[in-house]
């Protein structure tokens, strides 16, 4: 059953150790971490959890190990220049014996198998996609014969796949687990498929009905995805399941040039007009100017970043996506209220208005 994120006042942050840092390939860190106190945080395979830093950043990672109730995590962090948990991670702060604070469990994008008995399940990865993947694998693959499983998992280059040895050896253990691995930009000989997961997955899956799919990585894997694999082998719209990625840096600052403003409305004191930067969401502008922080990492999955909006700018915005809308009835929402990760502010929205809790 999909689990809904606990309404904002139910968030709770445990403090976790780092104690282990592992290089996976040139970008990706394995990191292993222990719950100092408090009930162990158990997780089902494919949800995620947010890691909080000193500095209040605040980062959403799935687990890549299946859960064993003991309080124990690994996450693969993709590192990336100038991300401020690639930073901290390669700071002093960032050594072995560090605390961090980890919120969740959240997500709903778990193992699902198909309802008709024969029918196959395809999993989707790109990068540390794979991550979740790998945690449902473990979990659920043993017992998982009555359907045919495949995994198509892409990178560029082949030290991108550094989990390939591993999936191989569960290919063959398992009859009904058939492991693919596809390169978009191979450098050195390769004998591999070649290109994109999806359209490597199409080619050999033609028709997909009565299948599912579970799709983890770049949003631009998972939209072509679920558009290709609908249209082309017939797979039912609600059997594509996903959870998208999004590489982040440094959060967009305002400046001195943004060409937007934000009125913020504050409990009991003067409201304030902040700068904001186009392109980026209510949530990155509040959270750097320090009246907001939220828990899920934007994925529209916690609802700590909940406001209000003003009723001269409510038609204004865009409707509230699947999720969003999900999240927001499950607490409870009135009209006027929705996540600010989820406004994307741009020229129409040029002076919104909102209040803060």
Not at 3 to 26: G, I, K, S, V, W
Not at 134 to 139: D, E
Not at 213 to 232: E, F, Y
Request: hydrophobic fraction near 40%.
């Amino acid at each position: 059953m999909p689990r809904t994120a606990p309404p904002p006042d139910q968030a709770r942050l445990q403090p976790f150790r780092l104690e282990a840092l592992t290089p996976l390939n040139h970008e990706v860190l394995r990191l292993e971490l222990s719950q100092i106190d408090g009930p162990p945080l158990t997780y089902r395979e494919g949800q995620f959890v947010t890691v909080r830093l000193p500095d209040g950043t605040a980062r959403s990672y799935s687990p890549a190990a299946a859960c064993q109730g003991d309080g124990r995590l690994e996450l693969h962090i993709r590192t990336l220049p100038g991300g401020r948990f690639s930073t901290w991670l390669r700071s002093d702060a960032g050594r072995s014996g560090a605390l961090l604070d980890i919120g969740g469990p959240y997500g709903d994008c778990v193992w699902t198998p198909p309802a008709t008995a024969g029918a196959p399940l395809l999993l989707l990865a790109t990068g540390t996609g794979i991550a979740p993947i790998r945690a449902m694998l473990v979990r659920h693959l043993a017992g998982a014969g009555r359907h045919p499983v495949h995994l198509y998992w892409g990178g560029l280059d082949q030290p991108d796949l550094y989990l390939s040895e591993e999936f191989a050896a569960l290919a063959h253990r398992h009859a009904h687990f058939r492991y693919t691995p596809v390169l978009a930009a191979a450098t050195e000989p390769w004998r591999g498929r070649r290109g994109y997961v999806q359209a490597a997955a199409a080619d050999d899956l033609p028709r997909l009905d009565g299948a599912r799919v579970i799709a983890c990585g770049s949003p631009a894997m998972v939209d072509a995805a679920r558009t290709l694999l609908v249209a082309a082998c017939g797979l039912a719209p609600d059997a594509f399941h996903a959870d998208a990625f999004v590489a982040q840096g440094a959060a967009p600052m305002p400046s001195g040039d943004a060409s937007l403003s934000l009125e913020v409305g504050l409990p009991q004191a003067p409201a304030r007009r902040l700068a904001a930067p186009p392109g980026g969401t209510v949530l990155n502008t509040l959270a750097a100017a320090g009246l907001l922080q939220g828990v899920c990492g934007g994925q529209a999955a916690c609802g700590t970043c909940r406001i209000g909006i003003a009723p001269a700018w409510r038609a204004a915005l865009p409707p509230p996506g699947r999720k969003e809308a999900r999240l927001l009835a499950a607490l409870g929402s009135g009209p006027e209220q929705r996540l600010a990760c989820q406004i994307c502010l741009e020229a129409p929205l040029d002076g919104l208005r909102i209040e803060l809790p």
